[in-house]
Structures are given as C-alpha cells and as structure tokens.
C-alpha cells in the first residue's frame, strides 16, 4: 500500500466535491457481489475503489488509517456474513478491529461516519451496491476530510515505504481452491481450527 490517492476537490460550483472512498473486501462474497453487481449492470457510484483482501480478516488496522493518511474521505470494509467466513471465523475479528478502529478515529478527530463495516454474500450483488451508493452519500454529505495533518504524518508507511506488514495465520489462499470458492463454513486445508 505505497500508493497515495489524489487529493480530494473540496468542490466547486462547477465541479461539486466528489469523495474518495476505499472498500476493503473480502474475496470470497463481498468482493464477489460487487462482481456481480457489474456483470448485471446494477450501478453504483464510481467513488469507490476497491481493494480485493484474502478475508476481511486480512485487514489490518493500519490498512484503514493509511487509507485516510493517503487521501480517502471513507473507508468501508466488507465481508462475508458472520457465521459465513471462508476461514472459520476470522470476519469476528474484523468486527473487533471495526470496533478498535472507531475509537482510534474518533481520537484523530474523523467522524465516525466515514467508516463502514458491512457484510455481503457473493449473491447479494444488489445489497452491496446499495450499501456502496448509501455510504459514498453519507461521505458526501460529510464533506471532504481535510488530511494530511500532523496526525496522518505520524503514522507509518505515511513517509512512502511500505508498512511490511505479516501474513496473519489463516488467511492465504486456501490450497487447491484456485479459482474456486470453498463452501461456507468448510476449513480449508490450509487452516487449523481456531478453538
Ligand atoms: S470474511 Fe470472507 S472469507 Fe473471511
């Protein structure tokens, strides 16, 4: 995650203040019901960039504060439905970093609105899309974030080295399931049970 993101327009007349929003998703449903929201040409606005994780387990707080760090007005992480993770139950760790994450914002002053958790299966490509087109309007109606500030300077990999973070335990590809989802609620072969 070296790349920074333009900086947002605060807007003009001419030109109204379109917001930069991330999507963290998950690559087993939600990322998949984006897919799918495209092949049936459901639409939803171009705000948001999506950025394919392994599972919403993969996210690593940091991820989202670099996001903001490097230009975001939003951040929404998504995944699949509790019970429902590819990975036994990495996605209630998600909920616990969602959690972490509010209270650390609301310290570096972001409203709480501009971040998002939101579950989606791979089927449910018109939710998803719904749920992208509600919160890049709620981003809107916030305005734009107004980083970098000195808080966004201290945080790391802000100085454009790469944050080298660790694969987490559970969350590569699982082996043999190339192209391929495992059904839900399967341990992939590759994962030990979490007790
Ligand atoms: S949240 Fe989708 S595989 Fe874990």
């Not at 990322?31 to 459901?42: C, E, F, K, P, V």
Request: proline residues 9%; charged residues 20%.
């Amino acid at each position: 995650m070296t790349t920074e993101l333009a900086p947002t327009d605060a807007g003009t007349a001419a030109a109204p203040f379109e917001p930069v929003v991330i999507g963290f998703t998950c690559n087993w449903c939600s990322y998949r019901a984006a897919d799918l929201a495209g092949t049936a040409r459901m639409k939803y606005p171009p705000n948001i960039r999506l950025i394919r994780l392994m599972c919403s387990g993969r996210l690593d707080p940091t991820f989202v504060l670099k996001a903001f760090a490097g230009g975001a007005d939003g951040v929404m992480i998504s995944g699949c439905h509790p019970g429902d993770c590819h990975y036994v139950d990495q996605n209630y760790k998600t909920m616990r970093r969602f959690q972490l994450l509010e209270r650390t914002l609301a310290q570096f002053g972001i409203e709480p609105g501009r971040l998002r958790l939101t579950w989606a299966s791979a089927g449910e490509g018109a939710l998803f899309a719904q749920e992208i087109t509600t919160f890049v309007e709620q981003v809107r109606a916030l305005g734009p974030l107004g980083w970098p500030t000195a808080e966004a300077d201290a945080l790391p990999g802000r100085d454009g080295g790469d944050l080298e973070l660790p694969e987490p335990a559970g969350t590569s590809e699982p082996a043999g399931a190339e192209g391929d989802a495992p059904a839900a609620g399967a341990v992939p072969a590759s994962v030990e049970p979490v007790a």
